[in-house]
């Protein structure tokens, strides 16, 4: 086959500084998925990229590009209790304790919305759903796309992994960024959600993005510019889009980990939980349901009562799991004491998830085992007065050889003063 373009082309015209035209990206995207554009070749494009950017127009060129590498999936048919369904997915950049999909899904589902939820798996610091969920003894995260249909009809709510069909020049891009460290550029973070997203077909989306230590935008005014390019993409798609800035300086809720995890959305789901996990869950949950037209719904008051327990019990039946059994726990733990009086005024967000990872939460290669039993337990929050010799964190693993590297990784994490600590509201700007 005779290509149109030329790959050094393509990199030297990006290197140069300038915009990429869109039959060049359509062209690169789709020649690097079919393998005519090698991987040393894609290294080098994504590395330009990431030093000059792309401008609007070629990231949505790129987005569009994406999308067509692989399927779309289509909702639009989906009809439940004899009506069509809304349908609303919600899309965290990545944090630590960040577990609100899994509360949050039947939550929305609860009012007649139906929510596929096509989630990751962990990689470095932050903490997958998949992996979260797959602590549930029997939990299934590999649904067909029929399955996938039928519990969106009969439970409501589905939170599985995404199709190898869905977007795969994403696939394969997001794994070679990861060996390059081409990760944190705006663009190519933009666009890589976007496709997958906008491909997945949702009529509606609501997007987390992280600001903070634990996630990729540490400072509010990238984490703004992240966050419009991603509404203006899906916008621009048809997909209605908003975005809420979070805070993620500290970890959220009090467990970080993959069965605590679980163990805390249950509590949520029962009316309790911690209340900054319960302040995101609700506001992103009015988020999606007003973005599907449901503007009288009190998602605060669902979750005292306990009203969307009966949902995730269906929805984690009816992918193989028991919600009554025992969550596995770790075999050894350790403690983590406090060094003097005062009020905690730091918890850093990427130490604790990176202790977490340490003590075999997470995993360093994609295809690594996870421990689901593993994580950290905190005992105060910012904000938090403490007592010196009292615990603040424990530590948990089933392979004691791994305490050692989790304590370095929390070295400086911890910050006790006289206070006050710095307040820093859960969810800090609203984008639409
Ligand atoms: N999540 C993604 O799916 N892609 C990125 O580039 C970053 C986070």
Redesign the pocket.
């Known amino acids: 086959m005779t290509e149109p373009f030329d790959a050094v082309d393509v990199i030297r015209t990006k290197r140069d500084g300038a915009a990429l035209s869109p039959a060049q990206i359509s062209w690169v995207l789709d020649a690097y998925t079919r393998g005519a554009v090698a991987e040393e070749q894609m290294s080098a494009l994504a590395m330009a990229i990431f030093l000059r950017g792309m401008d609007r127009e070629e990231t949505a060129g790129w987005t569009r590009a994406m999308i067509d590498s692989g399927e779309r999936m289509d909702f639009s048919g989906l009809v439940r209790s004899g009506a069509r369904s809304a349908t609303a997915d919600k899309?965290s950049?990545?944090g630590v304790g960040d577990k609100t999909t899994l509360p949050l899904a039947p939550l929305v589902a609860l009012h007649g919305v139906a929510v596929p939820q096509l989630s990751?798996r962990g990689l470095g610091h932050t903490g997958g759903t998949l992996d979260k969920l797959e602590s549930i003894p029997g939990w299934r995260a590999e649904l067909s796309t029929e399955e996938m249909m039928a519990q969106l009809r009969d439970v409501g709510a589905v939170i599985c992994a995404a199709g190898a069909g869905l977007a795969p020049a994403?696939r394969r891009l997001?794994a070679l960024?990861d060996v390059t460290g081409t990760?944190e550029?705006i663009p190519?973070?933009?666009?890589?959600?976007m496709s997958?997203k906008i491909a997945e077909g949702t009529r509606s989306l609501v997007l987390d993005v992280k600001v903070g230590s634990g996630a990729?935008m540490k400072d509010l005014a990238s984490a703004r510019e992240l966050a419009r390019t991603m509404v203006d993409l899906g916008t621009g798609a048809g997909v209605r889009t908003t975005a809420l800035l979070t805070d993620m300086s500290t970890p959220l809720g009090l467990a970080v980990g993959n069965a605590v995890e679980v163990q805390e959305s249950v509590e949520v789901l029962a009316g309790g939980g911690p209340a900054d996990l319960v302040e995101l869950t609700v506001a992103l949950a009015q988020e999606m349901l007003a973005a599907s037209g449901i503007r009288d719904a009190d998602p605060a008051q669902d979750l005292r009562d306990g009203r969307a327990m009966d949902v995730w019990r269906a929805m984690v039946t009816a992918q193989g799991g028991d919600p009554d059994a025992p969550l596995p726990r770790a075999r050894e733990s350790e403690t983590v004491l406090a060094e003097a009086d005062g009020v905690l005024t730091g918890l850093d967000a990427y130490r604790v998830g990176l202790a977490s990872w340490r003590l075999g939460a997470g995993r360093a290669r994609r295809g690594d085992p996870v421990q689901a039993g593993a994580g950290v337990l905190l005992h105060a929050k910012p904000g938090d007065a403490v007592l010196a010799g009292r615990p603040l964190l424990t530590l948990l693993t089933d392979e004691p050889a791994r305490f050692a590297r989790a304590r370095e990784a929390l070295e400086g994490a911890v910050v006790i003063g006289p206070g006050p600590a710095p307040v820093h509201p859960v969810v800090l700007e609203t984008v639409r």
């Open positions: 899309h950049t990545g990751g994403d997001y960024r990760v550029s190519l973070i933009a666009s890589s959600i997958k990729f």
